[in-house]
Every structure is written in structure tokens, then in C-alpha cells.
Nanobody, 122 residues
């Protein structure tokens, strides 16, 4: 079972990036999937999550700037990030949990990708 995150990089403030997460080894169609991020010396925080039915939840700090989506048949998930700010700089991780509802605590997610660096310059 593997989650593979990709799409990070360096972008100027106000720019956009799209992160992708590809799952293999099992189907995650019945799982909640999410994106977390962790900045240096900060706790890992939930950025956005999506249920198998497409219900979404966003952190207040990214509401109206980020959009999470998933394609169950392809076992993939994306995070479109627009109007990026320097405070969005972090390592971003995709994750999945068997729960049917969105969970905010990182420790409740069973599967994790390796992380991808997002750096936003001012």
C-alpha cells in the first residue's frame, strides 16, 4: 500500500501549484483522503480533506484559495493551490483513513505519502 505525492516546488507569492497523490496497492474509494502540511518547528496540520462521496473540508487559512478533488476510479487525489502565500511554505503530505467522515488529527490517518516540498517566496 503506497501513497505517492508529487507536484511541489518553488513559486512566487500569488502563484499556483497543483499537488497530486497517487495511491497503489489497494483502492481508497471508500476512504477519506486528505492533505496535511508541516512547516519547520510546527505541528502537522490538516489542510484539506475529501470523503469518498466528495464532501470537502478546508482549514480556515486556505479556504477559497485551495481546492481538493479526487478521482476514485483512478485512485488519485489533487490539491489545486492558488494565491499562494509565504506562510503556505511547508512539506505537504497526502494521507488516507478508513473513517467515513473527515478527521483532523494526523495520528488518525493510517496511510501516508512521502511528502513534497512547497516553497512560496515573497
Amino acid at each position: 500500500v503506497q501513497l505517492q505525492a508529487s507536484g511541489g516546488g518553488l513559486v512566487q507569492a500569488g502563484g499556483s501549484l497543483r499537488l497530486s497523490c497517487a495511491a497503489s496497492g489497494r483502492t481508497f474509494s471508500g476512504y477519506v483522503m486528505g492533505w496535511f502540511r508541516q512547516a519547520p518547528e510546527k505541528q502537522r496540520e490538516l489542510v484539506a480533506a475529501i470523503t469518498s462521496g466528495g464532501m470537502t473540508k478546508y482549514a480556515d487559512s486556505v479556504e477559497d484559495r485551495f481546492t481538493i478533488s479526487r478521482h476514485n476510479a483512478k485512485n488519485t487525489m489533487d490539491l489545486q493551490m492558488n494565491s499562494l502565500k509565504p506562510e503556505d511554505t511547508a512539506v505537504y503530505y497526502c494521507a488516507a483513513t478508513r473513517s467515513s467522515r473527515v478527521l483532523h488529527a494526523a495520528r488518525l490517518y493510517e496511510y501516508w505519502g512521502q511528502g513534497t516540498q512547497v516553497t512560496v517566496s515573497s
